[in-house]
């Protein structure tokens, strides 16, 4: 029984271990992304498209609790959209490449 304990924490400590190095790698791709984003925009955020995004912020800062309901899952379901289509187009490439 003692044996079965000692197998089992030590493959939650590979396991925690194997997830950190997945969050760690996940983190500094996040990270880069974000800097290669900032550097691409920098420059060209313009008074009036900073006007216009002030504009959107505020109307959503003042939606009702249904109507900002109804619009998350509006972003949910074209979220879910594309995901979808992602999944069926690499379907449909991994059925090519199966056939070769």
Do not use: C
Not at 61 to 82: G, N, T, Y
């Amino acid at each position: 029984m003692g044996e079965f304990f000692k197998k089992a924490f030590n493959d939650m400590k590979e396991s925690a271990k194997a997830q950190h190095e997945v969050d760690k790698a996940n983190f500094e791709a996040a990270k880069a992304e974000s800097k290669a984003n900032f550097e691409e925009n920098r420059g060209r955020n313009t008074f009036a498209k900073a006007k216009a995004d002030a504009k959107k912020s505020w109307d959503d800062a003042h939606l009702s609790p249904a109507e900002r309901s109804a619009k998350m899952q509006e972003e949910r379901e074209a979220q879910i959209a594309a995901a979808k289509a992602r999944t069926a187009e690499a379907n449909a490439r991994y059925e090519g490449a199966k056939k070769k």
